[in-house]
């Protein structure tokens, strides 16, 4: 009888191992496609309801236009986008919003920090606003107004900035180690003049500043005549996520009446760092 069973040689054969090569960057992170709609979207989301330019995100982006058009056109087809029709100009959709809502890791950060908010805009009479840190930018989450006729409103409800830009985002830079610092200035050198007067070096001036102070200090870094004073709101850990600050013009933010508010807003940040860590707990 012929023996068809096979010899150890064809035996290591078939036990050979298949070396699989390791997945790139595009495969484990998305297709770049995905990449670009988002980075879009993020630059988008810069403008607020102001809007902004297909060719201004496709220079900022430094991207074909026909590429950033069809990608726009995409995102507009799903409500992310919507485009003004008189001029033009592109601002985020509903469906970001709806997104944002279901997706938010801060729970009812809005509601348990209202209280809070409208305490500070009722004591100050100024602007109060709400930040939240979303990698190297931060993101308005809430804008509550005092009594006093003049207003500040430099940020709207949802507007991302770079992260130093206002001074509830300098409350978070703040608690950041040195080394983190420094990549985020680094990161966000060439987009702090696009959203006011701060530099790099002033950023740096800033921190140093508010360092002395205790309290995170914005002096016309964002418009003339706008003085600003921040906190910042912490995890049970003591990580910095999210920076509550009182804006007005600069008079009504001089010396003593700011260290005045800066007592407050800081009673008011450490009562509701706790309040969202219980919150967090639950």
């Known amino acids: 009888m012929t023996d068809n069973s096979p010899g150890p040689k064809a035996k290591r054969a078939t036990s050979a191992k298949v070396t699989i090569a390791p997945k790139t960057d595009d ?22 309801q102001r809007g902004v330019r297909l060719v201004d995100i496709a220079n900022t982006m430094q991207l074909e236009r026909p590429t950033v058009h069809r990608i726009i056109r995409g995102l ?65 989450f809430d804008r509550l107004e005092g009594s006093y006729p003049i207003k500040t409103q430099t940020l709207e409800i949802g507007a991302r900035r770079p992260l130093g830009s206002g001074a509830g985002s300098l409350a978070i830079m703040l608690e950041l180690p040195q080394d983190e610092i420094d990549r985020v200035i680094e990161v966000n050198a060439s987009r702090y003049s696009l959203f006011g007067l701060m530099t790099p070096d002033r950023l740096r001036d800033s921190l140093e500043k508010s360092r002395e102070a205790g309290y995170a200090i914005n002096e016309e870094d964002v418009l003339p005549g706008v003085v600003a004073i921040g906190a910042p709101l912490k995890n049970a850990d003591g990580t910095c996520y999210a920076g509550i600050s009182i804006a007005g013009i600069s008079p009504r933010l001089a010396e003593p009446r700011r260290g005045e508010l800066a007592s407050i807003l800081q009673k008011e940040a450490r009562q509701l760092s706790r309040k969202l860590a219980e919150a967090t707990d639950k």
Not at 27 to 44: D, F, N, Y
Not at 78 to 84: A, E, R, S, Y
């Open 27 to 48: 495969q484990l992170a998305g297709t770049q496609s995905i990449r670009r709609a988002v980075s879009i979207l993020k630059e988008i989301s810069m403008y607020g």
């Open 76 to 140: 507009v087809s799903q409500g992310m986008v919507v485009q003004d029709p008189t001029s033009k100009l592109y601002r985020l959709g509903p469906v970001v919003y709806e997104l944002g809502i279901a997706a938010s890791p801060y729970h009812n950060l809005r509601e348990i920090c209202q209280p809070a908010l409208r305490r500070l805009a009722d004591r100050s009479g100024d602007s109060v606003y709400l930040v939240v840190r979303s990698g190297m930018d931060t993101v308005c």
